[in-house]
């Protein structure tokens, strides 16, 4: 039997854990023409999130453009990326597919690719990279709304992981083109996804960057425990587990409602406990044990690239029980014997850019809930 539960991947379907609220706003978002900044933490299940969206609307028939920025380096594979997703825009003979290509993006060489054995015809690009890229990427940045246009659709263009822009795109030039371009289009709602809160904001809330005001902030926040508990109660009981309100409490509050970490220690208890099919007290005691010994390497390694302040101030912030301490403070300084606020800000600074940390409305909380527990049985 298949283990109902999935983390560490894009999760579709069944495997989905609910968000309908999230889903509901984004879907009228993309109906009424919205632009939207969708900012995450990591391992939110932003992109499962969005790729659910996309799935529904294009079901509706709306045009779908998704591109992932995580791995392009440079204006390079920038282009090449781009060209691949609205080559996939269309459809029909592999003859009228180039055709329509050509004619979208006159300065780029479409070539027909065959992968795999069951022979997958792709779409790859080629093009001059010593040749002035202004007018190609003006191509490009209409050919959504070109196709919107020609068939008379609705379009939404995802950019999932956009701050990466900002390693291969310091001067803005790319930004400044894709808005001008991208203000002007009536039938596309265009949304741009990211997991680096500073750079984000940076990007939208900066009066100074192009896309300053540019759509509505959309911050996913972790899911409502009682649509969570739900989801793990089902999906436990579908397989046969027997589980109780306690034990679905337990897990969460161990996970600290992370959908990732939740995921993943549902994954466990279900792996470890298929004979008894009964979820206690003792069985989420030795999971979570599981779960530090799977991860102790990455955590080790992350301890390793820190600062002894910055390691001095983690330790004090995941012994604190108040999700609330102020970490600049005469009193939280001296309990910990941290030195000088100006020391202790250049180390959050760094942890935030790092996103070890992440501010909050009270504070600052650990992006990763299960390296907090690490650091607070050292």
């Not at 741009?192 to 959309?218: A, D, I, T, V």
């Not at 996913?220 to 109780?244: H, W």
């Not at 002894?308 to 009193?331: G, H, I, M, N, W």
């Not at 910990?336 to 909380?365: F, M, P």
């Amino acid at each position: 039997m298949e283990n109902p539960f999935v983390y560490g991947r894009v999760v579709r379907g069944k495997y989905f854990a609910d968000r309908e609220a999230e889903i509901a706003e984004l879907i009228n978002d993309i109906a009424s023409g919205q632009n939207v900044i969708v900012f995450s933490p990591r391992r939110y299940g932003k992109t499962s999130l969005i790729l659910e969206v996309l799935d529904r609307v294009k079901a509706e028939g709306l045009l779908t453009f998704y591109l992932d920025l995580f791995k392009v380096t440079s204006q390079e594979t920038f282009i090449a990326a781009y060209a691949k997703e609205i080559a996939r825009l269309q459809g029909g003979r592999i003859q009228t597919m180039l055709k329509k290509i050509r004619d979208l993006l006159p300065r780029l060489v479409p070539k027909v690719v065959m992968k795999g054995e069951k022979v997958d015809v792709e779409v790859e690009f080629e093009f001059d990279p010593s040749a002035d890229k202004a007018p190609l990427l003006d191509d490009l940045f209409e050919a959504v709304a070109t196709v919107s246009s020609q068939t008379g659709k609705r379009a939404v263009a995802v950019f999932d992981e956009f701050q990466e822009i900002t390693s291969w795109d310091a001067k803005g030039q790319i930004g400044r083109q894709m808005k001008t371009h991208f203000q002007m289009h009536e039938n596309v709602s265009y949304i741009f996804m990211g997991s680096k809160r500073h750079l984000m904001q940076e990007l939208f809330r900066n009066k100074n960057r192009p896309f300053y005001r540019f759509g509505k902030h959309f911050s996913l926040e972790k899911i409502p425990e009682d649509e969570f508990a739900k989801f793990i109660k089902t999906r436990f009981e579908e397989t046969g587990f027997q589980t109780g309100p306690d034990a679905i409490r337990e897990i969460l509050q161990a996970a600290d409602d992370h959908p990732y970490y939740t995921q993943l220690l549902c994954h466990i208890l279900w792996d470890r406990n298929q004979q008894e099919k009964i979820i206690t007290k003792e069985s989420i005691t030795a999971a979570l044990q599981e779960v530090f010994m799977r991860e102790a390497h990455a955590f080790q390694g992350l301890w390793d690239m820190l600062t002894l302040k910055a390691r001095q101030l983690l330790v004090a912030l995941a012994k604190e029980e108040d999700t609330q301490v102020r970490p600049f403070s005469s009193d939280f300084l001296r309990k910990h014997n941290l030195g000088s606020a100006s020391s202790v800000q250049r180390a959050i600074t760094r942890l935030l850019e790092e996103e070890v940390l992440e501010k909050t409305d009270g504070g600052y909380q650990f992006t990763d809930v299960f390296f907090k527990c690490w650091l607070k049985e050292m």
